[in-house]
């Protein structure tokens, strides 16, 4: 299913997050892990060459960068591409190095046909804080063509696996890639509806029950009452949910919604999370 797994690395924590992430995942799928070291534009004052004229200015002159700059940042990107490639290759998995200048979630954004899904660290500068999420791995949300693997705050099996479905276009999206990943793996489902409205709520259910009983796949479904994020929370805790799939609305150039429920249980949650827009 993941042939293809997209990371970025930057040398930062989040970095490191998702780079095990990915090779937890990719160790179920023999994933090709491509690796795509990304240079922070920001870093330089002057384009790549000297030659060549400011890279993201035009017609305003960049004081050059010393020579011993580009070179140091060189070769942390080659130390961290040649660590990264070790401990990929350490799990029995294939590697891809790319290089990149530019910002991580853009460039992250851009690579993103080299893949099947873009796999992310969780938390931000404030790493630790359950409430926070990082700001490259929000604006990669909003802007990824593909499914954002979020990393979970500590290693997961991701062996139960729950879809949060609310019977719309994306949660009905997210319930074909998990079925997709539970089925290829030989894994059991949960599908969780929260509705008050027990009549809406089962009728919801029975929609996507009959989609996965005609795919042979082998699941449950429960219907919570009260609020979204509390209930799948509460849920994933009780059921012992190791892997949450939710759908998140928002086309590539409206975003993400902060405030949606996708981005309440992310916020909300240390499982990884699949986000499928």
């Known amino acids: 299913m993941f042939t293809r797994l997209l990371v970025g690395l930057d040398g930062s924590p989040g970095a490191d997050a998702a780079l095990e992430a990915a090779i937890g995942l990719g160790r179920r799928f023999k994933t090709t892990i491509v690796l ?9 004052e002057a384009p790549l060459f000297e030659t060549t004229g400011p890279l993201w200015t035009e017609g305003v002159p960049a ?3 010393a020579v011993e700059l580009r070179e140091a940042l060189e070769e942390r990107v080659t130390k961290i591409l040649a660590a990264s490639a070790a401990k990929v290759a350490a799990a029995g ?3 891809e190095a790319l290089r990149a200048i530019g910002l991580v979630d853009e460039e992250l954004v851009r690579l993103a046909d080299q893949a099947e899904a873009i796999v992310v660290g969780r938390r931000g500068e404030l790493h630790g804080d359950p409430g926070t999420i990082g700001t490259v791995t929000s604006h990669i949300i909003k802007r990824s063509p593909k499914p954002v693997f979020v990393a979970g705050d500590r290693p997961s099996a991701c062996e ?11 949660s009905t999206h997210a319930l074909e890639l998990a079925a997709r990943y539970t089925e290829a793996l030989g894994l059991p489902l949960a599908v969780v509806h929260v509705n008050d409205d027990a009549e809406k709520g089962d009728a919801l259910l029975a929609k996507a029950a009959a989609f996965l009983s005609g795919r042979g796949a082998a699941f449950e479904t429960r219907r919570l009452p009260g609020d979204v994020t509390r209930a799948v929370t509460g ?3 009780e059921w012992g949910g190791d892997l949450l799939v939710a759908g998140a609305h928002g086309g590539r150039h409206h975003g993400w919604t902060i405030g949606s429920h996708a981005g309440k249980l992310l916020r909300a949650t240390t499982v990884p999370v699949i986000i499928h827009r």
């Open 160 to 170: 139960k696996p729950v879809v949060a479905y609310d019977g719309g276009e994306t």
């Open 36 to 44: 795509a070291a990304i240079t922070d534009i920001r870093l330089l």
């Open 63 to 65: 004081a050059p960068v």
């Open 93 to 95: 998995l294939e590697s």
């Open 235 to 237: 849920f994933l805790a």
